[in-house]
């Protein structure tokens, strides 16, 4: 039976513009559908589990999308942020204070941009990339990390720690899941093998600047007065509850 109360949605457009999901997928349209916030979702944001978890964000995210048949599992990392950047503004609106290199802004999320990247590497949806590591010639594939594959090496990394917590891993394993196949051989045990030892640090930053340049993503960058470089927007649990509410 159809509700007799009606939720204003809004249609949010991916970075990825759907290019790199399955034609099946209802992400392959390059848009989603997503609802306001209601009190069951500041109900997710107060969830002492789920802060504790760092699942809190990607509950609230499930909750508002409302497009059927999405795998929010599936969704790019880029994708993800841009629907991120939506929720708080249509939940809370556009103006997000923030303390910046020790000053108050307040930063207009509504002019949050993709980034820019040449979608025509984006080729019969396939979500993988040719490079050539510059100072060994080895060819490697790699792919564009979806929420999967983050969960994924924030687990493996968790897990490495609990046996030895000086056992810093973060580059190293997202570079394991993030590589597909190194000179032809795509046996994941060869490629961790190839990270571990074979893997110069000055390729590794090459494949980071390659991979950077072509996910599609928004461009979280904001410049303030006094400083020339831009500054990473820190986005915590505070984005979605920008004051005290009761």
């Given amino acids: 039976m159809e509700s007799k109360f009606q939720l204003p949605t809004e249609t949010v457009e991916l ?5 790199l999901y399955p034609e099946d997928s209802p992400l392959a349209k390059g848009t989603l559908e997503m609802k306001y916030m209601t009190a069951k979702e500041e109900d997710i944001l107060t969830n002492a589990n789920y802060i504790q978890k760092g699942t809190v964000i990607d509950k609230l995210l499930q909750s508002l999308i409302v497009t059927e048949g999405v795998k929010y599992d599936q969704l790019l990392t880029g994708d993800k942020n841009a629907i991120m950047i939506a929720a708080r503004i249509l939940s809370y609106g ?4 923030v303390t910046l290199k020790g000053q108050q802004e307040v930063i207009d999320l509504s002019l949050v941009k993709n980034k820019e990247i040449d979608y025509n590497r984006f080729q019969d949806r396939k979500n993988e ?8 010639d080895n060819s490697i594939t790699f792919k564009l990390l979806s929420h999967a594959d983050d969960t994924a090496i924030e687990r493996e990394i968790t897990g490495l720690q609990k046996i030895n917590k000086d056992n810093i891993t973060s580059s190293t394993t997202r570079l394991k899941h993030m590589i597909t196949s190194v000179n032809g051989i795509a046996d994941k045990k060869d490629i961790r093998e190839f ?9 590794a930053r090459a494949l980071r600047e390659e991979y950077t340049k072509v996910n599609p993503d928004i461009d979280l960058k904001v410049y303030i007065n006094g400083v020339e470089e831009g500054v990473d927007l820190p986005i915590t649990i505070n984005f979605f509850w920008p004051d005290a509410r009761t």
Avoid at 94 to 97: A, F, Q, R, V
Avoid at 195 to 203: F, N, S
């Fill in 94 to 97: 556009k103006d997000y204070t």
């Fill in 15 to 19: 970075p990825s513009k759907g290019l």
């Fill in 129 to 136: 990339f040719h490079f050539k590591l510059p100072n060994t």
């Fill in 195 to 203: 990270v571990d030892g074979y893997l110069l640090a000055k390729d």
